[in-house]
């Protein structure tokens, strides 16, 4: 029979009592706001304006305005040559672009969302991911492969898995997790510039969300690099590591700690391949404790390789063990009440968060 | 925006009904069944033998004046299919159907119930009852009614995610289907799968599937595992123009082929995958042809008797000769989806067309009409009784508790092995499987 185990917690001593400390935005004070869609849409035609090897491929991208509207007003402006409507095979035309980058074109392949991306996995790995070392250099495959990916609003267990994981542990890609609009413009950017096959993990719910942007950012030159976390708020007593989605809630979950006197630092990843160890490591070791989240699968997942770094070279700095955060190890159930218990919410970051500052309250037993 | 009405209508001239659409002979078979009232046979056997040719049959109300009771009257009735069959690789069957009065009734009445359920389903679905994506099937519901008719349940159906009305034709029930929209107990899949995700295996109907063109492939193996079970039945797996292009078919269909698997594939063409229209993302929009080496057949799938033909036709074939495509000429009235409004990519006049010349429903209904086998008000009491069907069924179904949460951790394996599972918090939530 089935047993939902309520593990006690154990009452751990000495709250760590610290002066409030004000929040520091690390963002430059801005006057306009950018949805993500719109910031996606901006960098896409900036890069194509710029470089004409760039184009665009994938399912409903041109007469459609894209199934979420992000390639709105492309096909207009750039022509049937430039952005392609495709038949709803993704093996056949992500093997058709990973042809073209070889080529030298730069191709954007859209996925409508990544779970459509596993009918193309060999193309992405073996014919994208490996070709450079496998010809020493001679095919370098400069191309993006980008789309909604992770749950968005019950649709359910096929339409909802996070691939960040899968694709992060391949060497030969390079593996992006946008959050902010400023995070969406600057990565695809260094995305479409990049030698080297991208995947570019967007995500649906994020797609109507506003973000301060400022003049930095809206210019056309802006890019982000490659490879390098963003620390969105600072903190002294706790490290917390999110992309994409999962950022946002970990800034409420930092709002609500520090009413509790936790002053939370929290991390947005915006690369998981190549992770930046050194902001997570540097974290740590100030911190000494660490909540990683993430809206994907447990077991293997992105908060796993985080741990395992911070162990590896942080050992010596922690002072509580890692706490993880990420999707129920299930498929995604249908059902409203359901699926919120199978994504993280804003209040299971709060909870391991406490437990990391040995601060949880213990829980009542299990009926 | 390219105008595609007038293309469609080009295109598609033969399947529309000639002028004489109510061309149809009746004639009485050589042996008439024992009726009731001599005199009514008497009248219509006179009738019969005096209107050989096409032209619209009245009824004979003043020689008639016991009316035979509706629903149960099982005398065959001999009709035309709308246009014939076109065939590739095959002899096409003819298109000379036998129906009857009880069969004709209970078509309108399943396509009636299923067209009212999936009007239902949206108004559910703007009132946000309904979550995430939804596929509705009304203008199909001649495919789903005619292949059920041409099957037993011992006959394997699998389908992608516009499944509604092909669980309903299975047997499944309304409050099954409007309790897992709702993401409740009762539904089909105990609200865990939603709508794309409805299954119903004592029926074997094998779902219910969201990535487009994998049921196909799945089909194949549940015919594979029929003919190694030397179970004599076969199985029917449909898809879309969109799915028509996915390599898996043809790598499924070959196998098929080399294997003589007892498969027959059903494209339920309705011109559109999500917004691109066949000829956008077809070579070659003949879908029936695609088979190359495996025969095919072109049906009108607005005809429920022909896609009645057409299914018994591919049954016979296939458990002799191994895999045949069907290629359903269909419609959705709604878009893709509830998130597609429908109508950027195709006009209005275009739907609307369609809607006045080849509905499937008021196809049966003028049959119906036109042979006296029900009056105007017999057929509205129908749809009346079906739409309160459908409101029982949903206030039920809005009555139903929402899945336990336990159930989160249910049915992740058919064996556990008594391992662990997580929620969200690892330390706060877990589980064992059993």
Request: glycine share 8%; net charge neutral; charged share 25%.
């Amino acid at each position: 029979m089935l047993g939902v185990v309520r593990q006690k917690m154990l009452g751990q001593s000495l709250p760590k009592i610290r002066p409030a400390v004000s929040v520091l935005r690390s963002y430059s004070s801005a006057a306009k706001q950018m949805t993500v869609r719109d910031a996606l849409n901006s960098a896409l035609d900036e890069e194509m304006s710029a470089d004409p090897k760039v184009f665009l491929m994938g399912e409903e991208v041109g007469e459609y305005q894209g199934a979420y509207k992000i390639s709105k007003g492309l096909l207009e402006k750039y022509g049937p040559e430039r952005v392609r409507d495709t038949p709803i095979t993704e093996a056949g035309f992500a093997g058709i672009g990973v042809g073209a980058a070889y080529y030298g074109l730069k191709p954007v392949v859209e996925f409508m969302t990544f779970n459509f991306s596993m009918q193309a996995i060999d193309h992405i790995i073996n014919s994208a991911a490996k070709s450079n070392y496998m010809s020493a250099g001679q095919m370098s495959v400069p191309i993006v492969f980008r789309g909604p990916n992770g749950a968005a609003a019950g649709v359910g267990a096929q339409h909802s898995q996070c691939y960040a994981a899968w694709y992060a542990s391949c060497p030969g890609l390079k593996v992006l997790t946008p959050y902010s609009s400023e995070d969406a413009r600057g990565l695809l950017k260094a995305a479409i510039r990049d030698p080297d096959p991208v995947v570019f993990l967007e995500n649906e719910l994020l797609y109507g969300e506003s973000f301060p942007v400022s003049d930095e950012v809206l210019d056309s030159s802006f890019c982000l690099p490659i490879g390098k976390a963003k620390i969105e708020r600072v903190g002294r007593d706790v490290t917390i590591t999110a992309f994409s989605r999962m950022v946002g809630h970990a800034l409420k979950a930092a709002e609500i700690l520090e009413k509790d006197g936790i002053d939370a630092e929290v991390i947005n990843l915006r690369s998981i391949r190549p992770l930046d160890r050194s902001t997570i490591n540097a974290s740590v070791r100030k911190t000494n404790r660490l909540v990683t989240v993430e809206e994907g699968f447990p077991q293997h997942g992105v908060g796993a390789e985080i741990c395992a770094s911070v162990v590896e070279e942080s050992f010596a700095y922690l002072d509580a063990p890692v706490e993880r955060i990420a999707g129920a190890d299930i498929p995604m159930p249908y059902a409203a009440n359901l699926e919120r218990l199978a994504v993280p919410q804003v209040e299971d970051i709060v909870r391991a968060a406490k437990r990391a500052c040995y601060r949880s309250v213990p829980l009542a037993a299990a009926a | 925006m390219p105008t595609l009405l007038s293309a469609w209508f080009n295109s598609h001239q033969p399947n529309l009904h000639p002028p004489s659409f109510y061309s149809l002979s009746l004639f009485r078979s050589s042996h008439p069944p024992p009726s009731p009232n001599p005199t009514l046979a008497m009248a219509l056997s006179r009738f019969a033998s005096s209107s050989r040719s096409g032209s619209l049959l009245k009824p004979l109300s003043s020689a008639i004046s016991l009316r035979r009771p509706i629903s149960t009257d099982t005398t065959p009735i001999t009709l035309e299919t709308s246009v014939p069959f076109t065939a590739h690789q095959c002899e096409a069957p003819s298109r000379t159907v036998q129906t009857s009065a009880n069969e004709l009734l209970t078509f309108f009445r399943d396509m009636a119930l299923m067209r009212r359920m999936e009007i239902a389903a949206d108004s559910l679905y703007k009132a946000k009852l309904i979550r995430g994506f939804c596929h509705l099937y009304d203008g199909q519901e001649a495919v789903a009614v005619g292949m059920e008719a041409a099957l037993t349940k011992k006959d394997c159906i699998i389908t992608a995610y516009r499944d509604h009305c092909t669980f309903m034709a299975r047997g499944g029930t309304l409050l099954e289907v409007f309790a897992e929209l709702m993401g409740r107990q009762a539904g089909c899949s105990r609200g865990k799968g939603g709508s794309m995700h409805f299954y119903k295996k004592d029926s074997n109907f094998y779902g219910g599937h969201g990535i487009v063109g994998a049921q196909v492939p799945l089909g194949c193996g549940l015919a594979f595992a029929q003919k190694y079970s030397k179970d004599e039945a076969v199985t029917f797996a449909l898809y879309g123009d969109g799915a028509a292009n996915q390599g898996q078919l043809f790598e499924a269909l070959n196998i098929s082929a080399l294997w003589d698997l007892p498969a027959i594939l059903v494209c339920e063409n309705n011109h559109y995958g999500m917004g691109t229209a066949e000829w956008r993302a077809a070579k070659s929009p003949a879908y029936y042809k695609r088979g190359d080496y495996a025969p095919g057949l072109k049906v009108d799938g607005m005809d429920v008797l022909a896609v009645k033909q057409a299914c018994t036709f591919a049954k016979e074939h296939a458990l002799k000769n191994g895999p045949i495509i069907l290629e359903m000429d269909t419609y959705r009235y709604h878009g893709h989806s509830m998130s597609d409004p429908g109508s950027t990519y195709r006009t209005r006049d275009e739907i609307t067309g369609v809607r006045q010349e080849r509905d499937p429903i008021e196809r049966i209904r003028k049959l119906i009409l036109s042979h006296d086998l029900a009056t105007e008000k017999e057929l509205k009491d129908i749809e009346k009784e079906v739409r309160k069907e459908v409101d029982d069924a949903i206030a039920q179904a809005k009555e139903n508790p929402v899945p336990e949460s336990s159930e989160l951790f249910t049915n992740v394996y058919a064996k556990g092995l008594g391992v662990e599972s997580f929620g969200a918090d690892r330390k706060e939530v877990r589980a064992t499987l059993p």
